[in-house]
């Protein structure tokens, strides 16, 4: 396992067809070709690329697993949100591949455009894939207020979360 403890978060870029499966519920399982190094029960603040260009929400997960591709479409179809071509596309030319297994989830009410973003944290740039968010940056953006990780302790698994209001 890669592991992370040194207080930062993960800022996954995703593409609004996904960040929209996630939101409702239907997307339960992220499917990715590298992983960041993170925790048990790691944060990760959602950027959804373009056109949307904003943090729109996050998650946390419970697990990741790094599995050989037949074996890992075996314990995530259904769960994943894509297709099996799709899949098959996504992982073309890779023996393994991971999926972040999504516990809980939330969404801002007033997403954080890229304009507001890089006028907040200088010299920021949307990820290609993750990057470090670090504690002092989720802390002045205001995407870990206490009505949010007050929510955190409801487990979204099955369910959709309530929308929440950012402070900002």
Do not use: C
Not at 37 to 63: C, E, M, N, W
Not at 79 to 99: L, M, P
Not at 122 to 147: G, K, M, W
């Amino acid at each position: 396992m890669k592991t992370n403890t040194d207080g930062k978060y993960i800022l996954l870029s995703i593409q609004p067809y996904f960040a929209n499966k996630i939101f409702e519920g239907t997307k339960r399982v992220e499917l990715r070709r590298s992983v960041p190094k993170y925790h048990k029960d790691q944060i990760v603040i959602l950027y959804v690329s373009t056109p949307v260009k904003a943090i729109v929400g996050g998650f946390q997960f419970s697990h990741v697993v790094e599995e050989n591709l037949s074996k890992l479409w075996d314990s995530v179809q259904g769960i994943a949100g894509v297709t099996f071509e799709q899949f098959s596309k996504y992982y073309s030319g890779a023996d393994n591949g991971y999926g972040i297994f999504i516990s809980r989830v939330w969404k801002y009410s007033t997403p954080l455009s890229l304009k507001l973003l890089r006028s907040s944290l200088s010299n920021f740039s949307p990820p290609q894939n993750f990057r470090y968010l670090h504690s002092s940056q989720a802390t002045n953006l205001n995407l870990l207020d206490f009505e949010i990780l007050n929510h955190l302790s409801q487990d979204f698994s099955i369910h959709p979360p309530p929308t929440i209001s950012s402070t900002l």
